[in-house]
């Protein structure tokens, strides 16, 4: 089997491919995409770092300065808002987008928030064991980050299912090569989404509440506050990246737990190992894949030169694996002390939500560590389409 993000068998189990990258062709041209490929820890690690990287470049040269088509026309809505986000710029804006945020994304407002996720954690998991199991992902998993973010956020409980769908069409527009309709659900995801927020913070700026987009709409830094687009953009951000990948590390850790039922019973013994079990399941089975960012300055990586204007695909799941930093990397070890995994990414974007998710993660597997003890498997899930953002279409289980 070869590097192939759009085969379903890859998919599944891209694990053996990285392992020969890693030892065959560690930096490589892909030519599919048009990207370079790093598959081993220390490269991806240093490249998140490296300040001649950009995850754009527009605030260097055009499109046709670094050899690329304009956006096409009908892309306008999408890119307006996710280019307000903090995940697609850099400093100087980068630096004051993230500080901004930072006043109102605050540690003591997030462990604020932990009892009621533990609340909310709890009731998803007794209303799914009184069911007598079922679909994982759909009941728990999803539920769970959505409506943490959705409170912190003050979206009323009304809209909140408005929320996953528009989070989940957005987000097709991060996979490799994505086909025109899928490019056309994105924009109208996020023009219809960029309209709520929109309409939401107006009316926070009048009636704030004790919400982030309240907090939002008022911060302000010396006279610099966010724009009308830049808090769009960084709640949606804080949407996709606040859930996308707590649910598919939910997903994918009990998946992986299943298959692995020697680490099942041990942290089934054993509920302290919990913190160290998570920071285990993001690694073993990561749920970002692949984080794509551009080349400022020509570089050299691996012994391999690297033009200015080429696109990197920095392969996190590879990155994971690699021997020269995990001991057994191939094994899961829910007691691995010794654990660090690049999943929330390093360097000056690395993941501002991260507590919020380790917070959402110690709960929900903590109450079904606690009320659904001998759950089980009841069906062989399947892979969703995705490989940048991968994760189960469902995980049938019996409690």
């Known amino acids: 089997m070869k590097f192939d993000p759009w085969s379903s068998e890859f998919v ?38 490296d300040r001649r990287l950009g995850r754009s470049y527009l605030h260097v040269a055009t499109h046709a300065e670094f050899g690329r088509p304009d956006d096409p026309g009908f892309q306008d809505p999408f890119w307006r808002v996710i280019r307000a986000g903090m995940l697609d710029v850099e400093p100087p804006v980068h630096t004051r987008l993230r500080r901004l945020v930072s006043k109102a994304f605050t540690p003591r407002m997030v462990e604020a928030l932990r009892p009621k996720v533990a609340e909310l954690a709890t009731g998803l998991v007794d209303r799914f064991v009184e069911n007598g199991g079922g679909d994982l992902i759909a009941e728990v998993a999803e539920p769970l980050p959505v409506t943490v973010i959705a409170e912190m956020l003050g979206v009323p409980e009304a809209d909140r299912h408005l929320l996953r769908p528009w989070s989940a069409d957005i987000c097709g527009m991060y996979e490799l090569n994505p086909s025109i309709e899928a490019q056309h659900t994105a924009v109208r995801a ?26 939002l709409a008022q911060v302000a830094d010396g006279g610099d506050a966010l724009t009308e687009e830049e808090l769009v953009g960084t709640c949606v951000l804080l949407l996709n990246a606040g859930h996308e990948a707590t649910v598919n590390v939910t997903g994918n850790g009990w998946w992986s737990l299943f298959r692995n039922p020697a680490e099942l019973e041990r942290l089934r013994a054993d509920h302290g190992l919990l913190p160290t079990a998570i ?11 692949m984080f794509e960012r551009w080349v400022l300055e020509d570089i050299t990586v691996g012994g391999v030169d690297i033009p200015r204007g080429s696109e990197v695909a920095l392969l996190f799941g590879s990155a994971n694996r690699d021997p020269e930093v995990f001991d057994d990397p191939d094994r899961l070890d829910v007691g691995r002390a010794d654990n660090p995994h690049i999943s929330f990414g390093a360097g000056i974007h690395f993941c501002l939500g991260a507590p919020l998710a380790r917070i959402e993660l110690a709960e929900s597997f903590g109450a079904l560590l ?16 995705g490989y940048v953002i991968r994760g189960l279409e469902s995980l049938q289980v019996r409690v």
Do not use: C, K
Request: net charge negative; aromatic share 10%; charged share 30%.
């Open 12 to 49: 599944a189990h891209p694990y053996d491919v990285y392992a020969e990258l890693r030892r065959e062709r560690p930096v490589g041209f892909f030519e599919p995409t048009g990207q370079w490929l790093v598959a081993r820890h220390a490269d991806v690690n240093a490249l998140l770092r």
């Open 279 to 289: 920071e285990e399941l993001m690694r073993w089975d990561t749920p970002l894949q």
């Open 370 to 385: 606690r009320r659904a003890p001998a759950m089980e498997l009841a069906a062989e899930p399947v892979w969703g389409p």
């Open 190 to 215: 996020a023009s219809e989404f960029s309209d709520y927020l929109v309409g939401l913070a107006r009316h926070r700026r009048e009636h704030p509440g004790d919400d982030l987009i309240s907090a």
